[in-house]
Nanobody, 125 residues
């Protein structure tokens, strides 16, 4: 599976962006898709994840209520809708996918076999 993330950009505080993660490969619909982010000088951190069926979603506390993860298996695409953006959301955002991650491990980088190249999100105050 190859992943291509896009949709990042520069936005003002309180604004919105939608990130997309397009996957190649017929098995995408069976994968868990996640978003991680890495701010300058910080470690990469979990943002959100969604199960293959879309029935289960997981969020970091810092984005809960502001970000929404979704997917369209027919389009082999995962999305991250980001609303009410804050300066602390500034980071490079990465999408990731896994065919075998369990619920208790969705927040860990090591659980994901496939990664996209990252897209920059900058929130200006």
């Amino acid at each position: 599976v190859q992943l291509q993330a896009s949709g990042g950009g520069l936005v003002q505080v309180g604004g919105s962006l939608r990130l997309s993660c397009v996957a190649s490969g017929r098995t995408f619909r069976s994968y868990t898709v996640a978003w991680f982010r890495q701010a300058p000088g910080k470690e990469r951190e979990f943002v959100a994840a969604i199960r293959w069926s879309g029935g289960s979603t997981f969020y970091a506390d810092s984005v809960k209520g502001r970000f929404t993860i979704s997917r369209d298996n027919a389009k082999n695409t995962g999305y991250l809708q980001m609303n009410s953006l804050k300066p602390e959301d500034t980071a490079v955002y990465y999408c990731a996918a896994s065919g075998s991650v369990i619920n208790t491990s969705v927040r860990y980088e090591a659980s994901y076999e496939y990664w996209g190249q990252g897209t920059q999100v900058t929130v200006s105050s």
